[in-house]
């Protein structure tokens, strides 16, 4: 479809290794946000991305937290040397160059053990 | 700190009712509002928005109101269905938030009895 797409949907990983999470926005849109939603809560904002300009990276919880994207398109979340409470969804968003509505893709569920 | 919050964490309403589902927020100088309906293991769903510069908007079956006196946002659901059961959330943008970027309540959870 035609939706904001995120791969993989399920990662599950040992205490201290890295992940990649993948987000391909819906085409045309200009802004891409990554959120995560910890079990039965609300989200929370980590990275915003808006065209070429510098991204917004005040909602990143550490250094070990880092987001890029590619031509413009694809996005990247990447945590490195994982702990227990970084276990989440991670949704991303994106919204076309008016801001909003932003349209969630379904997220990655990350369990680390 | 700045929070967008909800009354109820749950709500159950029978088929064919309407229900309201509230929220709270504490930003007076927020410029846009919207509500976003998840169900399981799914991301949410854009259901309906709403500017400060207004009080009230209308959807499929679905209200907005915005009363900014007493901070405090509401979504109704005329004629509720099995398919509404989900959890609901309210979001603000603040008008200094330059990015765009979503503040989220906790939620509240909607079921929806036959």
């Known amino acids: 479809g035609a939706g904001v797409s995120q791969s993989p949907s399920n990662k599950v990983t040992e205490k201290g290794k890295d992940v990649e999470l993948r987000c391909d926005p819906i085409?045309?849109?200009?802004?891409l946000y990554w959120y995560r939603q910890s079990l039965g809560q609300g989200l929370e904002f980590l990275i915003y991305?808006?065209?070429?300009?510098?991204?917004?990276k005040s909602g990143l919880p550490s250094d070990r937290f880092s987001a890029e994207r590619t031509g413009g398109s694809v996005s990247t979340l990447t945590i490195q040397r994982t702990q227990q409470e970084d276990s989440a969804v991670y949704l991303c968003?994106?919204?076309?160059?008016?801001?909003?509505?932003?349209?969630f893709g379904d997220g990655t569920r990350l369990s680390i053990l | 700190g700045e929070s967008v919050g909800l009354h109820l964490p749950t709500l159950s309403v029978q088929e064919g009712d309407n229900s309201i589902i509230n929220c709270a927020y504490s930003n007076s100088a927020s410029d846009y509002f919207i509500w976003y309906k998840q169900e399981s293991g799914k991301g949410p769903q854009f259901i309906i928005d709403?500017?400060?510069?207004?009080d009230k908007r209308q959807g499929q079956r679905v209200t907005v109101l915005l009363n900014k006196t007493v901070k405090h946002l509401s979504l109704q659901i005329a004629a509720t269905q099995p398919g509404d059961s989900a959890v609901y959330f309210c979001?603000?943008?603040?008008?200094?938030?330059?990015?765009?970027?979503?503040?989220f309540g906790q939620g509240t959870e909607l079921s929806v009895k036959p």
């Open positions: 968003a994106s919204s076309s160059p008016g801001n909003q509505p932003q349209h």
């Open positions: 709403i500017r400060s510069n207004m």
């Open positions: 991305f808006q065209g070429n300009s510098a991204p917004d």
């Open positions: 085409s045309g849109h200009t802004a």
């Open positions: 979001a603000e943008i603040p008008k200094k938030n330059q990015g765009g970027k979503l503040i």
